[in-house]
């Protein structure tokens, strides 16, 4: 793969670069549900499946290190269009287009379950940066955190605990291209909605699925994961690369804190990302 993988444009700063991340352990003891966070000193555990894919999609661009606020200025990027990998063993998915050439630069942004106020998480999780909610067991509807396009579609577990492929280990799983650049992850769904496919535009608080325990997971939640995107199949980036908790926090008192600046400078920081995962 060219290390050359992914163009990122960010107010009017050109910078080459192309994702990835390191590998972390999942399926740890579940944190203690807490909606009031503190600085992490851990990293997080289950999930990440991909799907084949084309496409063609706007990424994220590198910008300042401090986490960014409501009123940071949104990414404006051209599109990639790259052709992703074989799906994995487990499950063998039809390559699909997306197109999102044209969309708006902003978005709202919404705590991913239906009755947020019943949701809960923690400020840890092992192995990498995600956060876990849990919403008073399965069954509960998951919504979408922004508005934007699907990348991946996942409806079939192919998560199989004697192989424990880190590639399955999210099970039933989406993964969103945000209006603002950055990639929302959410895995574990027991059930998708059958109309969402691969480059369908969804709104932030559109209904995607219901919260269960599908691939690695031991307990009913949704894992909740936010990157930047990557131009081909891989799980390690898209599981999480920022603390979720720190937006969730903010979302849940009515703020709305964008994930943007702090994902373009883990992509300046992180500059083969995508290319070595």
């Known amino acids: ?66 986490v960014s606020t409501a009123g940071s200025s949104p990414v404006t990027a051209a599109p990639v269009t790259t052709t992703h990998g074989a799906a994995t063993p487990e499950e063998t998915t039809p390559t699909t287009t997306v197109s999102t050439t044209t969309v708006p630069t902003t978005t709202p942004y919404v705590i991913p379950i239906a009755h947020a106020p019943a949701g809960g998480w923690g400020d840890t999780h092992s192995g990498y940066p995600a956060t876990d909610i849990f919403e008073n067991g399965c069954g509960n509807g998951i919504v979408s955190p922004v508005n934007g396009s699907l990348l991946e579609v996942r409806r079939v577990n192919g998560y199989d605990p004697n192989i424990d492929n880190p590639a399955t280990r999210g099970g039933r799983s989406i993964a969103i291209l945000g209006d603002d650049g950055v990639r929302y992850y959410l895995a574990h769904f027991e059930l998708i909605e ?23 997971s031991g307990a009913c939640h949704v894992h909740f994961g936010i990157s930047p995107p990557c131009p081909d199949q891989e799980w390690s980036v898209r599981r999480g690369v920022v603390w979720p ?23 300046a920081a992180n500059p083969n990302a995508c290319a070595e995962a």
């Open 1 to 66: 793969m060219s290390a050359r993988l992914l163009a990122l444009a960010f107010g009017g700063t050109l910078v080459v670069a192309s994702c990835t991340s390191s590998t972390g352990t999942d399926g740890e003891p579940f944190p203690a549900l807490s909606p009031v966070a503190s600085d992490p000193t851990m990293s997080g555990p289950v999930s990440d499946a991909a799907i084949a894919t084309t496409s063609s999609t706007p990424v994220v661009g590198p910008a300042t290190v401090p």
């Open 194 to 216: 059958e109309p969402l496919e691969v480059g369908q535009r969804v709104m932030a608080g559109q209904a995607l699925g219901t919260i269960g325990t599908t691939g690695r």
């Open 245 to 267: 908790y720190v937006y969730l926090n903010d979302w849940k008192r009515g703020g709305q804190l964008t994930p943007v600046d702090e994902i373009s400078a883990w992509v």
